[in-house]
């Protein structure tokens, strides 16, 4: 039979992996002090409060160094491509077509009426999964 000590770390790593699921940093915190209260509880079990307490410090200290001090903005999807110069694969029919950036290939819109297969595009804003462009000279 598991100690509650055990199931503590149990718990606390089922709530981590579901991080990989559901990303978006809302659970690791409460798996971390999980995982760090179930070993202290393991070790010191007649110090079950003061264990608790160390647990939530840690698990502040090391996400603050490890996830939370990061000052850059990852950016992804369409709006990673704001700015980018692309290329018209097809002819644009009443505003909307296909371009390529790079290796992908993205559905556009754009106001520019006059847009045809090989014409430069840049990219100006997204909607969706529709990348918003105008026709750069």
């Known amino acids: 039979m598991l100690n509650l000590g055990e199931i503590f770390i ?5 709530i ?15 798996g971390i002090a999980l995982v760090i209260y179930g070993i202290f509880l393991i070790i010191f079990p007649n110090l079950a409060f003061f264990t608790a307490i160390i647990a939530g410090v840690l698990t502040i200290i090391i996400l603050n ?3 939370y001090s990061s000052k850059d903005k990852y950016l992804v ?3 990673r491509l704001i700015g980018k110069v ?3 694969i097809d002819d644009f029919k009443e505003g909307y077509g296909k371009i390529k950036i790079g290796n992908e ?12 297969k090989g014409d430069k595009v ?3 804003g997204f909607e969706g999964v529709h990348l918003i462009v105008k026709k750069v000279d």
């Open 10 to 14: 149990i718990l606390g790593f089922i």
């Open 16 to 30: 981590i992996l579901l991080e990989s699921i559901f990303p978006g940093l809302y659970f690791p915190a409460l």
């Open 65 to 67: 160094r490890l996830v």
């Open 77 to 79: 999807g369409a709006e």
């Open 86 to 88: 692309g290329k018209a």
């Open 105 to 116: 290939i993205w559905h556009a819109t754009s106001e520019d009426k006059e847009i045809k």
């Open 122 to 124: 840049k990219v100006i």
